[in-house]
């Protein structure tokens, strides 16, 4: 009872079976699901069910969900339970709607293999920070977005209505334009309904917005993001050299 315990909190051996798990699900979206995909996406299921269940014993019940994994860890494993009724309910009698929740949430335990890649609380810690930094910048840009699409929208609704037919389209062409996706397909669509000199001051008018909103502005953006991620990293390796600095004072009085 001991070995199978240690198994089932053997964090190797919940990895494999995750793995295994996901190429089950991978098989299942190329609709190769026979009856052993199905019994190897139960037992996977199952095994969850009782790791979860080991660890609510060991660790006790309020400890296990104290921990973020483990939240995210029994989220998952309790949203799988229905793969295991529907493997024993004649697929006839279930809704289409139910069978595509159904496999969302298959797939969605692969996330459970998040926590076993090394340093990924620093990583997320890290980008929780660089969210914090630049939430202002990311908010600035898409109001830029929101504005311009607005005014595209009143200029070039009859002309493109494809692009900036409604706000919506609009505001969607406009940052498709900010992230250099198919950008010159637009003003050629524009220019395609008008005169030769406004398609010029049209295709001038947006190599300008592609210039302010996706290079210079997206470059901002990231660096801003990539800077701000990092520089928890860079505390670190300040307050160490602070550190090596000051026994190198101490070595130097001691030795004077």
């Not at 340093?119 to 660089?130: D, E």
């Not at 969607?172 to 637009?186: A, K, P, Q």
């Not at 909103?213 to 701000?228: C, L, Q, T, Y």
């Not at 928890?232 to 600095?245: C, F, G, H, Q, T």
Request: with cysteine; net charge positive.
């Amino acid at each position: 009872m001991k070995n199978l315990k240690n198994l089932f909190l053997n964090e190797k051996f919940i990895l494999s079976v995750i793995m295994l798990n996901a190429v089950v699900i991978f098989l299942q979206s190329f609709n190769m699901d026979n009856i052993w995909i199905q019994i190897t996406d139960m037992i996977c299921t199952l095994i969850f069910i009782v790791e979860m269940g080991i660890k609510h014993v060991a660790l006790g019940v309020k400890n296990y969900w104290k921990s973020r994994w483990n939240r995210l860890d029994g989220t998952l494993v309790i949203l799988s339970i229905p793969s295991i009724i529907a493997f024993f309910s004649p697929i006839s009698m279930m809704d289409l709607s139910f069978l595509m929740i159904l496999r969302l949430l298959r797939s969605l335990r692969f996330l459970r293999v998040l926590h076993f890649f090394p340093n990924i609380g620093q990583v997320i810690k890290g980008f929780k920070l660089a969210i914090r930094e630049s939430y202002a910048i990311l908010l600035c840009f898409l109001l830029l977005i929101v504005l311009f699409g607005l005014i595209n929208c009143s200029l070039f609704k009859d002309m493109a209505p494809m692009y900036f037919g409604t706000p919506l389209k609009a505001i969607y062409s406009v940052f498709r334009v900010c992230t250099v996706e198919g950008w010159y397909e637009i003003p050629d669509a524009i220019a395609a309904a008008t005169s030769p000199t406004i398609a010029t001051l049209v295709r001038i008018y947006f190599s300008l917005l592609l210039l302010a909103g996706g290079i210079i502005g997206m470059s901002f953006i990231n660096s801003i993001f990539v800077d701000a991620m990092v520089a928890d990293n860079n505390d670190d390796v300040k307050a160490k050299l602070d550190e090596i600095e000051k026994k190198i004072d101490e070595i130097s009085s001691k030795l004077k």
